[in-house]
C-alpha cells in the first residue's frame, strides 16, 4: 500500500556528507513513525534514526551528532543528512514507514548505497 524509494546514496570521503531522501506513495502523516535502517556488509539491519509523526527524533549512538532526520509533510519525503561521515557508516540504507494504528504494518524501500573512503 506505502512504496517507499530511497535515493541520494554515493561514493564519499571519511568526512564528508551526503544527504539521503525517501519519497512515500503516501502522505507521511499517516506513518506513525518514519526511520532510517542500514546494513552493512556482514552486519544486520539496524536502526539509524526515527522520526515520530509528532516530530520526536531518536539516533543511534554511532550516529548521533552526525546524522540528522527531518521530513518535509507536504512533499512526503523523509531525508537524512549525514554529515562528518566514517568508513564504518558504509552500508545499503533502508527507508521504513511504521504504521501503527490497528495491525501495526512496516513497508520498506529498496536502499540506497552509502560508502564511505578512508
Known amino acids: 500500500q506505502v512504496h517507499l524509494v530511497e535515493s541520494g546514496g554515493g561514493l564519499v570521503q571519511a568526512g564528508g556528507s551526503l544527504r539521503l531522501s525517501c519519497a512515500s506513495s503516501a502522505s507521511i502523516l499517516s506513518a506513525n513513525v518514519m526511520g532510517w535502517y542500514r546494513q552493512a556488509p556482514g552486519k544486520q539491519r539496524e536502526l539509524v534514526a526515527y522520526?515520530?509523526?509528532?516530530?520526536?527524533?531518536n539516533y543511534a549512538d554511532s550516529v548521533k551528532g552526525r546524522f540528522t532526520i527531518s521530513r518535509d509533510n507536504a512533499k512526503n519525503t523523509v531525508d537524512l543528512q549525514m554529515n562528518s561521515l566514517k568508513p564504518e557508516d558504509t552500508a545499503v540504507y533502508y527507508c521504513?514507514?511504521?504504521?501503527?494504528?490497528?495491525?501495526?504494518?512496516?513497508?520498506w524501500g529498496q536502499g540506497t548505497q552509502v560508502t564511505v573512503s578512508s
Open positions: 521504513n514507514a511504521y504504521l501503527g494504528a490497528g495491525i501495526p504494518r512496516n513497508y
Open positions: 522520526i515520530t509523526v509528532g516530530g520526536r527524533t
